[in-house]
């Protein structure tokens, strides 16, 4: 039998609140839920899922850091840090596997300031506009490349 692929998926700011946003802009599906989720799919697909969140765009740079020495893919939903922060583009640029960049919504029809993805700069690819579906195709994606690469 084959090792689970070791595989992070990280979220940022404020993506502990989905299911709670009146606007229904991230869906309702509650984080815990798609937390959930997010598992029992990784598992279907041969993946062994980190999942985490944080506020604090250091303990995500942290994490990333860290994925180095433990992760084959990265799987990444900076939320508003996507816009801003060069520090989480410098430490996956240092990630050696391949990463997926992930947004609930379609950035590219919210404004304009949300055009602009810092993370995208690092990322194989994004996924964006598909809701909790999105975060399924992220985990399968990493999955076939990190799969790919081992080949």
Known sequence: MTAPIPILFLNGPNANLYGLDPS??????SFPALKARCERH???VGVGLDFRQS??????????QEARGTAAGLAVNAAGLTYTSVAILDALLAFPGPIVEVHMSNIWKREP???HSYVSRA??????GLGGLGYELAITALA???REVRA
Not at 55 to 64: A, K, M, P, Y
């Open 42 to 44: 990784a598992e279907s």
């Open 123 to 128: 990322a194989t690819g994004v996924v964006a």
């Open 113 to 115: 300031f949300r055009h």
């Open 24 to 29: 229904g802009t991230y869906g309702t599906e």
């Open 144 to 146: 076939t490349l990190v």
């Open 55 to 64: 506020n604090h765009e250091g303990v995500l740079v942290d994490w990333i």
